[in-house]
């Protein structure tokens, strides 16, 4: 298996930087001459923002595109238009027509909410939503890299079965690595071939230690590390990409080697 054709989903609580790791790793991949896909389907998130594609051309999101999910499933979001519906709609041209180019190539394509089987939502977006991931995992020939929430109720479990790798960020801290030991019970229990933990945002070797100890009480290993990064935090705080800042050559080093480290994993 080549990075070509990875399909990498990353999960974790809020504000650990999986955002920013996503669109990282997309751009680095993509400066390899690989074509990638990269997907937001964090709500919360702001994957442009890493891949410097303009305010003005960030995709609408797919949940948002009323037209197009009526014409693939025959009923519109919000209509009474009663409870039949495509329940398999065509979704296999939306990669291409829905989404925009970003910087070194990459392309975007932004879900918006994908309503987790739990809720008991039988709705025409939830049909395209769910259609569109499960071809964006299982279908697509180039590498995927999908910007989740925390949980992984977005995914049926033909799509977890497809996921080559499920990255689960967490930061030093005890609520992030209990989040990230929820995700991996639930990877487990739907059927995902391989996760790994990587933790973001460590400052030394001390809270590095720390991470291992916590995930060790829950028979979990820590795969790989990414330090604080001045560079990060300052593109934070202006609202750009890490790759537009001064000083980011730390950084770039650190993606590049986990870039290594997952390929070493998966080949």
């Known amino acids: ?45 702001h994957l442009h923002s890493i891949l410097e594609v303009p305010a003005d051309r960030v995709p609408k999101p797919i949940s948002a595109e009323l037209d197009l ?32 180019v970003g910087a070194d190539g990459v392309r975007l394509m932004v879900l918006g909410t994908i309503r987790s089987a739990g809720t008991g939502c039988f709705c025409p977006e939830n049909a395209v939503l769910r259609g569109l991931i499960d071809h964006v995992i299982l279908e697509r020939d180039e590498a995927v890299l999908v910007d989740m929430e925390a949980g992984l109720e977005q995914f049926g479990r033909s799509t977890c079965r497809g996921v080559d790798l499920l990255l689960i960020v967490v930061e030093p801290g005890a609520r992030a690595v209990d989040t990230g030991q929820r995700i991996a019970a639930l990877a487990k229990e739907m059927g995902v071939r391989r996760f790994a933990i990587l933790a973001n945002g460590v400052r030394n070797s001390e809270e590095e230690d720390l991470i291992r100890s916590m995930l060790s009480r829950h028979t979990l290993s820590l795969f790989s590390s990414l330090p604080y990064s001045e560079a990060v935090a300052r593109a934070d705080m202006l609202g750009k990409s890490v790759f537009e800042i001064d000083g980011n050559e730390d950084w770039m080093r650190s993606v590049k080697r986990l870039s290594e480290d997952i390929r070493s994993l998966l080949e």
């Open 1 to 45: 298996m080549s990075a070509l054709g990875f399909k990498i989903a990353v999960a974790g609580k809020g504000g650990v930087g999986k955002t920013t790791v996503v669109g990282s790793i997309a751009r680095i991949w993509a400066r390899d001459g690989v074509k990638v896909l990269a997907v937001d389907a964090d709500p919360a998130s």
């Open 69 to 100: 999910i009526e014409e693939r499933t025959g009923a519109r979001p919000g209509a009474e238009t009663g409870p039949f519906y495509k329940l398999n709609p065509r979704v296999d041209d939306i990669p291409e027509g829905y989404s925009a």
